[in-house]
């Protein structure tokens, strides 16, 4: 797996869009102050491809890839593996109840020949190619599939993170082993065993089902075979036999029917002469239709008399007046008569209110007077009460004066002073002018009091006028109306005979309706008397109808009677002609039916001998059976053919399943696995002791027993060590030792199904001493200037980047990590 192009937005400490392009970047590092957010790029290749980082301890931490205040952190990474390029994405949101989830994940195959470069910086989807995996659970099986590692092995051998460095050097054996299955593609020999297993037990299984179709197919030897031929060749025999039969059999049927036909045509007009008959009470019909007609005639007389009676009254009715205009006038009378009484009601009424109006108008100017005069008290009394301010002042001033001294008003000589007078003018004067607004007051109210009832008045009068001017306005137009009008007791006369008139004009209308009703039921007799002459008619019709084949005799039309007499007796001469030829008609039928037995018992006994049943189509059957013998000898020929094809089938199936069952017993023990996991341990191991030799300036070599890792300190005679007993530095030096070794030596080994293509280190560089960081950088540059692979290194020494081609430095502000390409 390669890198090729990574983007950012909103991941972690990312949170603007960035982009870090490795296509030319075969030797580089990711440099920048701790904190900066170099790891943080390894992350996100491990979570575009994985979904999780090995910070974050799992899934549980995805909440770690959004930035801070960020509520989508989107990631893009474009790779190559095993020839082919991918593009992985990964999205993540925070819902509205704070949940963190993944919200989309794919991996798609890209086109060959696309540019990387021309990816703008943005995540937005696009079509980049073939979609491989659309969701996040159908990520972890593409990507193991396209990369060739699961996540833990990826992290172990590809991205080196900071504190796992070491975790391919102290894995357990059993891991260290799978590891290595993986990256060699070893799997591939326990598939082969796998399927070849399967495909033993699909050959035994398909030889047991040749067997059993073998062991079905009973009846396929010669002598079966010999009788079905035998089978064919007298079904033929009796094909022909029945084919020359048949012609005869039908001329016999051709016969019986004929006979049988003409026999039933007889039978046939005997029935219908034999239905002829006349119906009942035929002879009656007429004299019904005669008498019904009278009853309609009479009927109808009446009812013109009963009518002219009407017309009659009607006109006398007419003469006589319009009644409504009469009873108009009638009122007219008797409102008059009311008007003249409430126009002097009301004139009474009118008299009394002027006689009340004109004492409450005098009441009125009354209470105005005395009103006045209580307002000129009040003012008086006012101007009384200023005096006694005036007066009451002067002479609280004596009490200060003094015989003989100034006055301080006047400022002249008092020559006396004045008696001061007992109480106060004020009070006086105060209850005074309570006592004259009591007064006005009392007055005001007699005073609108009496205006309102005189205000009263004056309507209840306008009133009173106004209605007396309507009732003798109406009383001046009934008298108008009336003027020349007959008195009211003969205009009741007259009202009085039209009554009579009337009555005797509903008498009238009534029997005509009478007249009507007799009529309408004579002439529905008359109808239905007619209605039954047709029907004897039609009757007689439809009888002579059908029987116009046999030439009946004509009929009178004048009289239904004598019609039905001729026909039936037509008739009964007819059936006895009839009767007499019936006899030679049954002779010959009975002769036709003995010629058509005798041919099919000939028949017969043509099936009869050929073992098979009788037909009623006989040639129908005999082709059948035929067909059936010849279908039974290709069925039978089929079989055989069969039974050598299955044998045959059967020996390669054998064959195959001897074969597969050997090749999975070789396979079986795991040797050859075993064998090649061991040389490939060998080659990693002399790698790694080698490189670790030239980083520990020749103190330490690498080797390993029965799956674990040792080292041999040559300063210590030789000593060997557990790499679990190593210090810091020397796992450092002894880690990086396997790391490069697993890139170099095992990059030539692996299959397309792991393919070593990059190798990234993010470990702590800075443990390493001067010349310990000078070997490191030495075969780190060694190991890209070969170019057949990717080496990149996590650092923040100087002296190890400057000596690398290729930098990208992370740099960190308050509001998002940024990364800027430097060097060549």
């Not at 982009?19 to 996100?44: E, M, N, Q, R, Y």
């Not at 009474?348 to 209470?367: C, K, N, R």
């Not at 890139?743 to 470990?763: F, K, P, R």
Request: contains cysteine; charged residues 30%; glycine residues 8%.
């Amino acid at each position: 797996m390669r890198p090729m192009r990574l983007d950012l937005a909103g991941f972690t400490v990312f949170r603007d869009d960035t982009t870090i392009d490795f296509t030319d970047a075969d030797f580089f590092a990711l440099v920048g102050p701790t904190g900066s957010g170099k790891s943080t790029v390894l992350d996100a290749i491990c979570f575009a491809l994985y979904g999780t980082v090995p910070r974050w301890g799992g899934t549980r931490g995805l909440a770690n890839a959004l930035a801070p205040s960020a509520t989508e952190a989107r990631v893009r990474l474009v790779f190559e593996s095993a020839g082919e390029r991918y593009v992985a994405t990964r999205v993540v949101r925070r819902d509205s109840r704070g949940n963190v989830k993944t919200a989309g994940a794919g991996l798609q195959l890209m086109p060959a020949g696309f540019d990387v470069t021309k990816l703008d910086t943005g995540l937005s989807p696009e079509d980049l190619g073939e979609v491989v995996a659309g969701t996040p659970a159908e990520m972890e099986e593409a990507v193991l599939a396209a990369v060739g590692l699961p996540y833990e092995q990826f992290t172990s051998c590809v991205v080196l993170p900071q504190g796992q460095f070491a975790d391919f050097l102290h894995a357990r054996p059993a891991t260290r082993q799978q590891i290595l299955v993986n990256l060699l593609g070893l799997g591939v020999y326990e598939e082969v065993q796998r399927r070849a297993t399967e495909r033993a037990g699909q050959a035994e299984a398909r030889l047991d089902e040749v067997t059993r179709l073998l062991d079905a197919l009973t009846g396929v030897d010669d002598a079966t075979l010999a009788e079905a031929e035998g089978q064919v060749e007298r079904l033929r025999e009796l094909t022909g036999a029945v084919a020359a039969a048949v012609p005869e059999r039908e001329r016999a049927d051709a016969a019986v029917r004929e006979a049988h036909a003409a026999l039933a045509a007889l039978d046939a007009e005997l029935s219908v002469l034999g239905a002829v008959a006349a119906p009942d009470g035929v002879a009656e019909v007429a004299r019904a239709v005669a008498d019904a007609r009278a009853g309609a005639d009479e009927a109808t007389a009446a009812v013109a008399l009963a009518e002219e009676r009407e017309e009659k009254l009607r006109g006398e009715l007419t003469g006589a007046g319009d009644e409504s205009a009469l009873r108009l006038l009638l009122k007219a009378h008797t409102d008059r008569d009311r008007l003249t009484g409430q126009v002097e009601t009301v004139a009474a009424a009118v008299t009394a209110a002027q006689t009340e109006h004109d004492a409450a108008v005098a009441a009125l100017a009354q209470a105005r007077t005395a009103a006045e005069r209580a307002e000129a008290e009040l003012a008086a009394a006012f101007l009384a009460h200023e005096e006694a301010k005036a007066t009451d002042q002067a002479v609280a001033l004596r009490a200060h004066l003094v015989a003989g001294t100034a006055c301080p008003v006047c400022e002249q000589q008092v020559s006396r002073v004045p008696t001061v007078p007992a109480g106060s003018a004020v009070a006086r004067a105060t209850a005074a002018g309570k006592a004259a607004r009591t007064a006005s007051e009392a007055a005001k109210r007699v005073l609108q009091e009496r205006d309102a009832a005189a205000r009263d008045l004056d309507r209840v009068l306008l009133r009173a006028r106004t209605e007396l001017d309507q009732l003798r306005g109406r009383l001046a137009e009934l008298d108008d109306q009336l003027a020349g009008v007959a008195a009211p007791e003969a205009l009741r006369h007259d009202l009085a005979e039209q009554a009579r008139l009337r009555r005797a004009l509903e008498e009238a209308a009534g029997a005509v309706r009478a007249g009507r009703d007799a009529a309408r039921r004579a002439r529905g007799t008359w109808d239905a008397a007619e209605q039954r002459l047709r029907a004897a008619w039609r009757e007689f019709d439809l009888t002579r109808d059908g029987l116009a084949r046999l030439g009946p005799p004509t009929a009178d039309r004048d009289d239904v009677a004598a019609a039905w007499a001729t026909l039936t007796g037509w008739a009964g001469d007819q059936a006895d002609r009839r009767r007499a030829e019936r006899v030679t008609r049954s002779a010959a039928l009975d002769a036709a039916n003995a010629e058509q037995r005798a041919v099919r018992e000939r028949i017969a006994a043509l099936f009869t001998a050929a073992g098979l049943p009788v037909d009623d189509d006989p040639v129908r059957a005999a082709t059948l059976a035929l067909e059936r013998a010849e279908a039974a000898h290709r069925r039978l020929v089929e079989r055989r053919e069969q039974a050598a094809e299955l044998r045959a089938q059967r020996a390669g199936h054998e064959q195959r399943a001897r074969v597969a069952r050997a090749l999975a017993g070789h396979l079986r023990a795991n040797n050859f696995e075993r064998w090649l996991l061991a040389e490939a341990l060998d080659l990693l191991v002399d790698g790694a002791s080698s490189i670790l030799r030239e980083l520990s300036g020749g103190q330490y070599d690498l080797v390993h027993d029965k799956g674990e890792f040792f080292v041999v300190d040559h300063h210590d005679a030789g000593l060997r060590r557990g790499v679990r007993t190593l210090s810091g530095g020397e796992t450092f030096q002894a880690s990086l030792a396997l790391a490069l070794a697993l890139s170099e030596q095992l990059a030539g080994m692996s299959t397309t199904a792991a393919s070593l293509e990059s190798i990234v280190l993010d470990e702590g560089f800075g443990t390493l001493d001067a010349a310990t960081l000078d070997t490191v950088a030495a075969t780190l540059e060694t190991l890209a200037a070969r170019g057949d692979r990717m080496v990149g290194v996590v650092t923040h020494v100087p002296a190890l980047a400057e000596r690398i081609p290729v930098r990208f430095e992370v740099r960190k502000d308050a509001r998002s990590a940024r990364v800027e390409r430097t060097g060549r």
